[in-house]
């Protein structure tokens, strides 16, 4: 099987990627010794790292996530493999780098003192990419690399796709939840994200203890 053919959407993904980068290379003297990388229920900080690699920690995961997410099914057996190229493995590999350079440009504002916490900023972006999954993750057929991949969805086709769709009503209600939250009480926001990223492995979870016809 050929593998996946470059499209405007993984130019944008990888244009994400270099913007993040660039930035960071032009703010980097104006950062300090060390950049926050964690941040408690209230979005204060309250990890850090030095900036040498803090600076540039998410726009090289986020190269890494786009390599896995469209080059990482070579690596699969032929029927995952030919699963992943039915799949839209290019947007959900855009939304991931977007995911990770909007957080890195969360941290890039906190880190050069312009807020002491995020949690509005952070919730508000997670809220959209749980929406963004939401519309995607319905569309996968079954993989190792995306999706709801607990050891249940696995199992069979059936149990996949019946999870997948579960979990995209879950995600776009958690999704909105977090965003109508989000202005209010962050802590509110991260759980409503927590609750509807775990139902869906739960649902799965009851799927498999009953009899699932396949289609």
Do not use: K
Not at 17 to 45: C, K, T
Not at 46 to 54: A, C, L, M, N
Not at 156 to 176: A, C, I, K, M, P
Not at 179 to 206: I, R
């Amino acid at each position: 099987m050929r593998p996946p053919r470059f499209n405007h959407t993984d130019m944008a993904s990888l244009g994400l990627v270099v913007f993040g980068l660039g930035l960071s290379a032009l703010l980097y003297s104006r950062l300090p010794e060390l950049v926050p990388v964690h941040y408690n229920l209230e979005g204060v900080p309250d990890g850090w790292i030095p900036r040498v690699r803090g600076a540039f920690l998410l726009p090289l995961l986020a190269l890494v996530s786009w390599a896995v997410q469209r080059h990482g099914g070579a690596l699969l057996p032929a029927r995952p493999r030919a699963a992943l190229a039915r799949s839209p493995m290019d947007a959900v590999a855009l939304s991931s780098v977007a995911l990770l350079t909007a957080l890195h440009l969360i941290m890039l504002y906190v880190a050069l003192g312009r807020a002491e916490a995020a949690g509005t900023p952070l919730a508000l972006v997670c809220g959209v990419f749980w929406i963004l999954s939401g519309q995607l993750i319905p569309r996968l057929r079954r993989n190792p690399f995306a999706g709801f991949r607990n050891p249940w969805a696995l199992r069979s086709d059936e149990v996949w796709h019946r999870t997948q769709r579960f979990g995209g009503y879950s995600l776009t209600l958690g999704g909105l939840a977090t965003l109508a939250l989000a202005p209010f009480s962050t802590s509110a926001a991260l759980g409503a994200l927590v609750v509807s990223g775990l139902a869906p492995a739960l649902y799965s979870f009851l799927l498999s203890t009953s009899p699932v016809r396949e289609r």
